[in-house]
T-cell receptor, first 115, second 113 residues
Framework: EAGVVQSPRYKIIEKKQPVAFWCNPI?????LYWYLQNLGQGPELLIR????????DSQLPKDRFSAERLKGVDSTLKIQPAELGDSAVYLCASSPGGSRSYEQYFGPGTRLTVT | AQSVTQLGSHVSVSEGALVLLRCNYS??????LFWYVQYPNQGLQLLLKYTSAATLVKGINGFEAEFKKSETSFHLTKPSAHMSDAAEYFC???????????FGKGTRLSVIA
């Protein structure tokens, strides 16, 4: 089966510009996660979706970050405006439901550089 | 609250030597524990998982880990390191159910020829 797809893989923008990242989860996976990974750190959860509903967005900086998962499949994460400190890797992951809900499959990530 | 501590941000071993990457966890309930590997410019790949079955868990690429409740540890081992094992390794914990993974800061493994 195809893995989690993310695009773009790399993005360089100037501060104060908007940016968007796209994720296509594994087919049939109802749960979708966005993680932030700073250099030399482990991933940290930004938001979790169950189908189209955001069930955990407590760590999402809502003043500049937004996310959506229309129709419960693809998802988009947006930053507007970007700040220098947003430079990081943004990872998307998906998870099957039921007895395997604890498994998460990660995409390759989008590396954002804000100059 | 759950947490994970990975001892050693960088571990270097010779090719063919034992690999030991340390992970200690904190959890108020029986945890699910995971090891992930991340190669440069790639996403995380699941190596192995502990989900309250056998305490010795075997994963891909010859890795295994042992859950020790008394020590709150879940160390990752491999008997003989290969050059292709050089990567970043992350230990993660979550409670049962649909709670978020909490990752450690990672350990970078270098393998010397």
């Amino acid at each position: 089966e195809a893995g989690v797809v993310q695009s773009p893989r790399y993005k360089i923008i100037e501060k104060k510009q908007p940016v968007a990242f796209w994720c296509n989860p594994i087919s049939g996976h109802n749960t979708l996660y966005w993680y932030l990974q700073n250099l030399g750190q482990g991933p940290e959860l930004l938001i979790r979706y169950e189908n189209e509903e955001a069930v955990d967005d407590s760590q999402l900086p809502k003043d500049r970050f937004s996310a959506e998962r229309l129709k419960g499949v693809d998802s988009t994460l947006k930053i507007q405006p970007a700040e220098l400190g947003d430079s990081a890797v943004y990872l998307c992951a998906s998870s099957p439901g039921g007895s395997r809900s604890y498994e998460q499959y990660f995409g390759p990530g989008t590396r954002l550089t804000v100059t | 609250a759950q947490s994970v501590t990975q001892l050693g941000s960088h571990v270097s071993v010779s090719e063919g030597a034992l690999v030991l990457l340390r992970c200690n966890y904190s959890s108020s309930v029986p945890p699910y524990l995971f090891w992930y590997v991340q190669y440069p410019n790639q996403g995380l790949q699941l190596l192995l998982k502990y989900t309250s079955a056998a305490t010795l868990v075997k994963g891909i690429n010859g890795f295994e880990a042992e859950f020790k409740k008394s020590e709150t540890s879940f160390h990752l081992t491999k008997p003989s390191a290969h050059m292709s094992d050089a990567a970043e390794y992350f230990c993660a914990v979550r409670n049962s159910g649909n709670t978020p993974l909490v990752f450690g800061k990672g350990t970078r493994l270098s393998v010397i020829a």
